[in-house]
């Protein structure tokens, strides 16, 4: 199948899905800190280094702080890959409730998903629809090596509307520590301070 989108289109297409006015939208986040190996919640061993390529948290208790990964493809051949390597998404799965490829309409065939996944394909106009819907998973709380990898991405000029949102994640979990670091790098940040 010959596209003429690339990963950035696919990106900016299910960025638009994921409103900042209730969604937290990061591109290309490391699942955690430092280099080489970190310890991942019972995982053992984790590539530290190992990024997902776009993660969105909704904003709203009411919506449980739904979170969503997505792994983009825009050939054919890296996606076939990509299923023979599922560790390679266990990370993403694990920090997310449901999980997305994300492709150029037509790309992926809806009945080569395995089942933990979901699917949304971009149109060549570069609009998103989702093409199979990603079960729902319970996941934990976020480690704090991947709290801090988003915080990371957003003082390098990421997504604002994080305050409300790390303020509330944080609170619920009684991390008043956290809580106000996050509060004061944001605020900071945005010239609040």
């Not at 900016?12 to 190996?37: C, L, M, Q």
């Not at 919640?41 to 776009?54: F, K, M, S, T, Y």
Request: aromatic letters at 10%; a positive charge; one cysteine or more.
């Amino acid at each position: 199948m010959k596209t003429n989108l690339r990963a950035v289109d696919v990106l900016r297409a299910i960025a638009k899905r994921h409103p900042s006015d209730r969604w937290v939208f990061v591109p290309e986040v490391r699942v955690g800190t430092g280099y080489n190996y970190g310890l991942g919640p019972g995982l053992g061993r984790v590539n530290v280094e190992q990024r997902i390529d776009a993660w969105a948290a909704h904003c709203w208790p009411s919506q449980q702080h739904a979170r969503y990964a997505y792994e983009i493809k825009v050939a054919r051949a890296d996606f076939l890959h990509e299923l023979k390597k599922p560790l390679k998404r266990a990370a993403a799965l694990r920090l997310s409730n449901r999980f997305y490829f994300a492709a150029p309409a037509g790309l992926i065939k809806k009945d080569e998903l395995p089942e933990e996944c979901g699917l949304v394909e971009v149109s060549e106009a570069g609009r998103a629809r989702v093409a199979v819907e990603a079960i729902w998973r319970d996941c934990g709380d976020m480690e704090p090596g991947f709290v801090i990898s988003i915080l990371r991405k957003q003082g390098a000029g990421g997504t604002r509307r994080l305050t409300g949102f790390w303020t509330c994640w944080c609170g619920q979990r009684n991390f008043n520590t956290l809580v106000c670091v996050c509060t004061r790098v944001l605020s900071e940040r945005d010239g609040r301070l």
